[in-house]
């Protein structure tokens, strides 16, 4: 190796050979050590026609400026143009935090900016990017390429026709055909900003983010890879195999289970007939337990084979039934022959609701403070005042249990200050009430009220010309209303009393009938939500 004893001071003070620096007086030379020539093994001066001086360095070649490093296998400095070409194993070491390598480099001393070529790789501790052409600035360490770069981060790879790199904060920002892929998820954008240190991915344009079975559709956001976190806002999508959410924003854990979704929050499953659909504008999940917690004027549709459920309540929550029975003791109501089973995935689940619960179907509605149903009994308990309208009955008590079947109610069971009432016309309503009441529908329609304990009864009796034949009061330990469901009016067919019965058939013409009330007597009409719309007003 031959070292370089001769100097050469370009008048523009932009080049000077650092083993010559040493021997000149510094008050009278002007260094300027913007660029030194450090090493080569040759130097020769050259000098064309256009009066332009040019030095060629070959072997080793060694260069600096400020804290950056250049290696190459020879270089050629353009004197008047402040340019540096530099070929073959060329290299930059930018303070120690960045390294660039390429086979062809071009440099503008005085901008500190240079452009590399053919197999450009690009490291800053964190990633390694690769690319045939690149721009970089040694002073701002941004590298940009326009022709295709990769870049790669562990497990990570993201390619893009266009890239800009940070040094200083190890961003990067992809633009055009952005493709991210690691072992668990592909993304895929116009443009995308990722940070090689924090392992954060920013979205800057509409993405596609797939995930095994989930697909998230997203405009704004943040994604830590690294954490398992997403954050996104600008109403994003989720598609998974069983469901899709939406909501203004969304925030998720993958490692924990945990979401939560802001404004406007839609999930619907995909399971037309034993799924459920929830809208609300504040909702909290977990994945791990199936479990939600939805608040803001949710609303809940329980979806079933005929006739759907729709819910609203202040707050909903469901879970796995079987976790949920771990932490609380959910009585048997059904005949005990129904239970015992393992529940499988699709009837595996509880829904509480409370304050201000109101349900709709078309066969019946119902409102109440708080509520207990369960895919595995299919039974819906109504506490605290409920009320229940079924046809043109209405039934109150302090407790009541529908049974339903086929998404149809099948049974009725009302515990305590339990009644009946069934508006008739003008002032004239038929009402029964006893310490309880057991009803049995017929195609989701009443056939049978019994009320037992201390049972009182008004009716309109009619004839058999439709005409009424007088008013009957009565009580007795057990009575029974017996109903038409083919019936449209709803008009009782029967009304037996059975035990200890006491009472009278009223004339009609001579009796005050706004005084014919049951104790328990309440007419809650206006309660009453008379569509599925109808529930999100009261």
């Known amino acids: 190796m031959k070292y370089l004893f001769v100097w050469i001071l370009f008048i523009s003070g932009i080049i000077v050979p650092s083993c010559i620096i040493a021997q000149r007086n510094p008050d009278t030379t002007r260094t300027f050590k913007r660029v030194e020539i450090l090493f080569a093994e040759k130097e020769t001066y050259l000098k064309s026609d256009s009066n332009k001086s040019y030095i060629t360095y070959v072997g080793n070649v060694q260069m600096k400026q400020d804290n950056t490093l250049f290696f190459a296998d020879s270089l050629i400095l353009t004197q008047q143009e402040n340019l540096v070409e ?26 500190k900016r240079a452009f590399l070529q053919k197999k450009v790789v690009l490291k800053d501790g964190k990633g390694i990017l690769t690319t045939d052409d690149l721009e970089y600035d040694t002073q701002l360490k941004i590298g940009i390429y326009r022709k295709g770069g990769r870049v790669v981060n562990k497990k990570t790879t993201l390619v893009s026709q266009e890239g800009f790199y940070y040094g200083e904060t190890k961003d990067v920002i992809f633009k055009k055909q952005v493709v991210f892929t690691d072992p668990e998820k592909t993304i895929r954008a116009d443009t995308l900003q990722y940070n090689t240190a924090a392992e954060m ?40 195999s069983t469901y899709t959410f939406t909501a203004n924003e969304m925030a998720f854990d993958d490692s924990t289970g945990l979401s939560e979704f802001k404004g406007n929050a839609v999930y619907r499953s995909k399971d037309s007939t034993n799924g459920v659909d ?11 337990t199936n479990s939600f917690l939805a608040t803001q004027k949710p609303l809940l549709l329980i979806k079933q084979k005929r006739d759907s459920v729709f819910i609203t309540a202040d707050t909903l929550f469901s879970t796995r039934l079987s976790l949920f029975q771990k932490e609380r003791k959910v009585p048997f109501v059904r005949d005990s022959s129904f239970y015992g089973k393992s529940l499988p995935d699709s009837t595996d689940k509880m829904f509480e609701a409370f304050r201000n619960v109101r349900i709709f179907t078309d066969s019946m509605q119902a409102v109440g403070d708080s509520l207990f149903y369960s895919l595995e009994d299919s039974v819906f308990r109504l506490f605290k005042e409920p ?49 309880s009441i057991n009803g049995y529908f017929t195609k989701g329609r009443i056939q049978v009220l019994r009320a037992k304990g201390s049972a009182e009864t008004i009716y309109y ?34 009304v037996k009393l059975l035990f200890e019965v006491k009472g009278s058939l009223l004339p009609m013409n001579s009796t005050d009938h706004s005084l014919l009330r049951i104790r328990k007597f309440k007419w809650l009409e206006e309660k009453r939500p008379k569509s599925k719309f109808d529930i999100l007003s009261l």
């Open 278 to 288: 929830l809208i609300a504008n504040h909702i909290k999940t977990n994945n791990k």
């Open 461 to 494: 009796a009619v004839d058999e010309e439709k005409k009424y034949a007088g008013v009957n009061q009565a009580t007795s330990d057990v009575v029974e209303i017996w109903f038409d469901p083919e019936a449209d009016d709803n008009t009782p067919q029967e």
């Open 86 to 111: 530099a070929f073959g194993n060329v290299r930059i070491n930018d303070a120690d935090t960045i390294q660039v390598s390429a086979q062809y480099l071009k440099y503008l001393g005085k901008e």
């Open 387 to 435: 009320v229940l309208w079924a046809q043109q009955n209405q039934v109150t008590g302090d407790t009541i249990y529908l049974f339903m079947k086929d998404g149809k109610p099948e049974q009725l069971r009302v515990f305590e200050n339990a009644a009946s009432i069934q508006f008739v016309e003008k002032e004239y309503y038929n009402q029964i009430s006893g310490n």
């Open 201 to 240: 991915v920013t979205l800057l344009s509409p993405t596609i983010i797939k995930e095994g079975k989930r697909t998230i559709r997203a405009t704004d956001g943040l994604y830590d890879l690294k954490q398992k976190k997403g954050f996104f806002n600008k109403r994003p999508f989720i598609d998974d």
